[in-house]
């Protein structure tokens, strides 16, 4: 069982869970280079208007795509803010991680001499 802290691990996990799926992964880089709608992105996949309707969906609620009218079509936007925010959250670990292999390093550096 994972303990929930508070509403940025939940957004957080709401991000990494959008994520983990390549389809998405995809929409989220094809929509950050221009915008499409959901039928233009459902021609570009092998599964249904409806499945890729769904993958935009989940996006949407990970803040990773927006939506918005222009006339009768609602254009798909990745949302680069949202993937700074990742990208902040792997450097906060990557530089937990580099602080640990400095240490290390130091203390085998101490028992060489």
């Known amino acids: ?8 691990t939940a957004e957080v996990d709401r991000l990494f869970r959008a994520l983990a799926d390549g389809t998405r992964r995809d929409i989220v880089r094809r929509t950050l280079t221009r915008e499409a709608t959901v039928s233009e992105l459902a021609a570009s996949y092998d599964m249904s208007f409806a499945a890729v309707q769904k993958h935009v ?5 990970a ?3 927006t ?9 798909v936007r990745g949302n680069p803010d949202a993937i700074r925010r990742a990208q902040a959250l792997l450097d906060r670990y ?5 602080g640990r292999v400095e240490r290390l390093d130091a203390l085998l550096a101490d028992e060489d001499t």
Do not use: F, T, Y
């Open 1 to 8: 069982m994972v303990a929930r802290s508070n509403d940025a």
């Open 57 to 61: 969906a989940v996006l949407e609620r």
């Open 63 to 65: 803040g990773l795509v």
């Open 67 to 75: 939506k918005h009218p222009q006339g009768r079509e609602r254009l």
């Open 94 to 98: 990557e530089d937990i991680w580099r």
